[in-house]
């Protein structure tokens, strides 16, 4: 999604655009995935596993041929030959649509509103802003907007492009802003005269959030590989520690900062300046006490969603007591994960890491971390908030 959203910034050429609006079950690619085909036939992007998308590129040179949008759904495919369908399972619907780019000025219904939206869109994302994008899905006839419709509100309530109804863009804008503010993406309806009552209007609302941040504390190859893999999971990551000598780039290259300071002073003063939240993560991996308990007794009072600390289970119990001795009670020590990694019976700094990086993500979206064939139900859950923009370059 994130290298369509780069291609809509610069593209002067008419193009075509297909989203997935909507996923039932195993599908295989979330709603706001995206693939973007220009005239010449290139592409960007991907709206499946692969199982559709040959059949999603024809259509989107019917799209560019005759400009008239196309809502299109695909699910499990049958036994007759040359039927398209995904292998995988699940089902999935998905808007193709041509969008004319333009300079952003044109007025409600002009043929560069869309791109003006998208435009907008592609350039809050780039900026790691939280960011929604109103498309419109469906309309029944008589509708006051067109299917494929677009516009764009930024984490400040600004609004971009337009859906041809000034009451749908009054609407639109301000439910945008509030879909916003629970960082989930979501599906909305409106009646055909744009009020908020009734149905007609089928509006997805695709939310990005800006990169979960992790703070690693320690310059152990530990931390080394986790650094490495938590940016290839698209954290924003900062190494710290207060050892000039080993906390350098040369040692951290995957470090998207690397700061010299007592880690529990850096996170009190990022604390204080509204610089760390639900989602981000803080990693204890130093082994030191003087450096552990200290940033363990800020990490645990403060607002963030995943507190983890390295060691043995008898290096655990008695940081616990000493974190006792600090004052902290029982409810703070309950957010601690120690010793930090789901059973992977690994050893060497990279597997340690897959381990502690594997509990981060199964804490954050709830997972149970066992394996799936002991689980039933739906492989691809809801997890209920706004994707991750792709690890910053």
Do not use: N
């Not at 002991?374 to 809801?382: A, C, F, K, Q, V």
């Amino acid at each position: 999604m994130y290298a369509v959203l780069d291609a809509i910034a610069s593209e002067r050429e008419p193009f075509a655009l297909a989203t997935v609006v909507s996923t039932w079950s195993s599908a295989p690619r979330e709603s706001g995935a995206r693939m973007l085909v220009r005239s010449d036939g290139s592409v960007v992007g991907s709206v499946s596993g692969g199982c559709v998308e040959g059949d999603v590129y024809a259509l989107a040179g019917e799209v560019l041929a005759d400009g008239a949008p196309r809502l299109v759904r695909y699910g499990v495919s049958d036994e007759v030959a040359g039927a398209v369908g995904l292998t995988c399972g699940g089902t999935i619907e998905v808007l193709v649509q041509r969008v004319e780019p333009g300079d952003g000025s044109a007025p409600a219904g002009d043929a560069d509103a869309a791109a003006a939206a998208l435009t907008a869109f592609a350039a809050a994302v780039a900026a790691g802003r939280a960011t929604a994008l109103a498309t419109v899905v469906d309309g029944a006839e008589g509708a006051v907007t067109s299917q494929g419709a677009v516009l764009s509100v930024d984490d400040v309530g600004r609004a971009s492009g337009a859906t041809g109804s000034v009451w749908l863009d009054a609407a639109l804008a301000a439910d945008a802003a509030a879909v916003l503010e629970t960082g989930r993406t979501a599906e909305l309806t409106y009646g055909v005269d744009g009020s908020r009552q009734g149905v007609g209007i089928r509006v997805l609302v695709d939310v990005v959030a800006p990169p979960p941040r992790l703070i690693v504390a320690g310059v152990t190859d530990f931390a080394a590989a986790v650094v490495s893999m938590a940016r290839f999971l698209g954290f924003e990551v900062t190494l710290c520690d207060a050892r000039s000598a080993f906390a350098t780039r040369a040692r951290f290259p995957d470090a998207h900062e690397v700061v010299i300071d007592w880690p529990h002073r850096y996170l009190a003063g990022e604390q204080a300046a509204g610089r760390v939240d639900a989602r981000t993560v803080v990693l204890v991996l130093t082994h030191d006490p003087k450096f552990d308990e200290p940033l363990l007794e800020v990490a645990l009072g403060a607002d963030v969603g995943f507190v983890g600390a390295m060691g043995s289970r008898r290096t655990h119990a008695d940081r616990l007591e000493r974190l006792r001795e600090r004052g902290l009670d029982e409810q703070a020590l309950s957010r601690l994960h120690s010793p930090v990694g789901l059973d992977l019976a690994g050893r060497s700094p990279r597997e340690t890491a897959v381990s502690i990086m594997s509990h981060v993500v199964a804490a954050r979206a709830g997972g149970s971390g066992r394996p799936l064939a002991e689980l039933s139900g739906p492989i691809h859950r809801d997890a209920g908030a706004g994707r991750d923009p792709a690890p910053p370059a």
